[in-house]
């Protein structure tokens, strides 16, 4: 059963423009993590933020999370024709002693030079 | 460079053939993970090992066995392949259960 849900399924922008990718999830978590995955490639683990965080940055990306809401968005500044890919969001779910993941259905991004 | 390695890279095989997909990672991670992912469905999580000697069933088990004698290996065996199972492989590994994932490039395994 799929937690994570992502929104927009597909997104295309211009080179330099800004990209929001959304997830929305439905369980407690402990973290919530954002993937990326290049066309034939295995995933790319990209930010991991935990339960008791609300933004967190690595470069050019920017994560957000709100429990209340059950949500997270993943913010790419500036981007480039190298970001295009499928951008995944994970959840660990709170409770019980395995520690897996539940990944969403992704969210294609084609940026356009 | 260190990462995961998987083999085969594609296959096509026969139903009710039996088939081994390798997996080996030489980060010297605890836990290990098999996905399939599938058009439309997203990654889901077939079996998983925590630490060498312990396997767990994940969303869609049925049709899979694993094994994991060792710390960096963690093969998935289909018994009996059925069209069904046609899919992209991936094997991924973390340092512990609870840290970010490394993945495999996938196995693309059509079912005939």
């Known amino acids: 059963s799929q937690q994570g849900e992502e929104d927009p399924q597909a997104l295309s922008i211009q080179e330099g423009e800004n990209a929001t990718m959304n997830c929305s999830y439905k369980t407690s978590i402990n973290n919530l993590q954002w993937y990326r995955q290049n066309s034939g490639r295995g995933l790319v683990h990209l930010i991991l933020i935990r339960s008791n965080e609300r933004e967190k940055h690595s470069g050019r990306l920017r994560v957000t999370l709100d429990t209340s809401k059950k949500s997270s968005s993943l913010l790419i500044t500036a981007s480039r024709a190298a970001d295009t890919a499928s951008y995944f969001c994970?959840?660990?779910?709170?409770?019980?002693?395995?520690?897996?993941?539940?990944f969403g259905k992704g969210t294609l991004l084609t940026v356009n030079p | 460079i260190a990462g995961i390695t998987q083999a085969p890279t594609s296959q096509i095989l026969a139903a009710g053939r039996r088939m081994t997909l390798r997996c080996t990672q030489d980060?010297?991670?605890?836990?290990m993970y098999w996905y399939r992912q599938d058009l439309g469905l997203g990654l889901r999580l077939i079996h998983y090992s925590n630490t060498a000697g312990t396997t767990g069933k994940g969303e869609v088990p049925d049709g899979y066995s694993v094994s994991r004698a060792n710390t960096d290996d963690f093969p998935l065996t289909l018994a009996s392949a059925v069209p069904s199972q046609t899919s992209v492989y991936f094997c991924a590994s973390s340092s512990f259960s609870n840290q970010p994932q490394h993945f495999g490039d996938g196995t693309r395994l059509s079912i005939l």
């Open positions: 994970a959840t660990e779910n709170s409770g019980g002693s395995n520690y897996k993941l539940t």
């Open positions: 980060m010297r991670h605890n836990a």
